[in-house]
T-cell receptor, first 110, second 114 residues
Framework: AQRVTQPEKLLSVFKGAPVELKCNYS??????LFWYVQYSRQRLQLLLR??SRESIKGFTADLNKGETSFHLKKPFAQEEDSAMYYC????????????FGPGTRLSVLP | GAGVSQTPSNKVTEKGKYVELRCDPI?????LYWYRQSLGQGPEFLIY????????DSGLPNDRFFAVRPEGSVSTLKIQRTERGDSAVYLC????????????FGPGTRLTVL
């Protein structure tokens, strides 16, 4: 069965500190992995996806198939990074449904 | 351009009543998804439309839930005989062509069943 876990409900770091949001998944096949972000009073939006291999707002995420992980990292956290972060998984065929993790609230302290 | 819109933004109803939630996707987006998000949880998939047809309705929790998209654009999620456990934020998302998996989300409808 498809499943996404995010072990931390809340992660607090100080501004300028490195941050890592953990995501593990289970899927029988080749999944596509995503990170979505929801800032306060805004709608859910795509942050990045593993197939793009790009860095958005300083965040990167590497798909580790051996460890079935897709952790989100940023070397120097900013206060504006404070938000809810959701890891999500989809099958590699377009149109398959998405499975979201429970989310991690990142709080970046001044 | 306009993003995904959902109406109403808030809906309060009584147990046993019928409700309809509406989603207007981004113009030209062929795929449309409905999710339910309970407090402290991530979005939970309900149903996915490709055009007018429901391509995957495996997430609908029971037969009280039904969704339509008659003209391939606007979609309506219908809940019959609402129960208190149906209280949640209902999210809609749309996606462009078959070669992109990026979903664009609406602001959600907060449903409260008293």
């Amino acid at each position: 069965a498809q499943r996404v876990t995010q072990p931390e409900k809340l992660l607090s770091v100080f501004k300028g500190a490195p941050v890592e949001l953990k995501c593990n998944y289970s899927y029988s096949g080749s999944p596509e992995l995503f990170w979505y972000v929801q800032y306060s009073r805004q709608r859910l939006q795509l942050l990045l996806r593993h197939i793009s291999r790009e860095s958005i707002k300083g965040f990167t995420a590497d798909l580790n198939k051996g460890e079935t992980s897709f952790h989100l990292k940023k070397p120097f956290a900013q206060e504006e990074d404070s938000a809810m972060y959701y890891c999500a998984l989809s099958g590699s065929n377009y149109g398959q449904n998405f499975v979201f993790g429970p989310g991690t609230r990142l709080s970046v302290l001044p | 351009g306009a993003g995904v819109s959902q109406t109403p933004s808030n809906k309060v109803t009584e147990k046993g009543k019928y409700v309809e939630l509406r989603c207007d996707p981004i113009s030209g987006h062929t795929a449309l998804y409905w999710y339910r998000q309970s407090l402290g949880q991530g979005p939970e998939f309900l149903i996915y439309f490709q055009g007018t047809g429901a391509a995957d309705d495996s997430g609908l929790p029971n037969d009280r839930f039904f969704a339509v998209r008659p003209e391939g654009s606007v979609s309506t999620l219908k809940i019959q005989r609402t129960e208190r456990g149906d209280s949640a934020v209902y999210l809609c998302a749309s996606r462009t062509s078959r070669d992109s998996n990026e979903q664009f989300f609406g602001p959600g409808t907060r449903l409260t069943v008293l």
